[in-house]
């Protein structure tokens, strides 16, 4: 059975961090880009970041670049997300899936398997 789960939310305050991880089950990461999403209460999903297979390039909203660092570890079948200086804004459920294509910054399309999702809470 494929299955993707998400972890590592929680509450933070503004300006700290947390790590996010997506363990995929019932396939092997290495075949798919990984791409996280969030979902804000009251707004629609948004693509956040992607990691590619074959030479790891990544991919970052303009919202998260420079904050947010995405990373793999093939051997764990495991993607990261690394999100530092975390601000109010940042607060909602993370979602990791597979994506087919990265069409700009941000905008993924072909996502076949998703995960239930991890909630961020940033507030002081």
């Known amino acids: 059975q494929v299955q993707l789960v998400e972890s590592g939310g929680g509450l933070v305050q503004p300006g700290g961090s947390l790590r996010l991880s997506c363990a995929a089950s019932?396939?092997?990461?290495?075949?798919?880009?990984i791409g996280w999403f969030r979902q804000a209460p009251g707004k629609e999903r948004e693509g956040v970041s992607c990691?590619?297979?074959?030479?790891?390039?990544?991919d970052y909203a303009d919202s998260v670049k420079g904050r947010f660092t995405i990373s793999r570890d093939n051997a764990r079948n495991t993607v990261y997300l690394q999100m530092n200086n975390l601000k109010p804004e940042d607060t909602a459920v993370y979602y990791c899936a597979t994506v087919d294509k990265v069409a700009a910054p941000g905008l993924y399309y072909g996502m076949d398997y998703w995960g239930k999702g991890t909630l961020v809470t940033v507030s002081s």
């Open positions: 019932g396939f092997t990461l290495d075949y798919y880009a």
């Open positions: 990691i590619s297979t074959s030479d790891g390039s990544t």
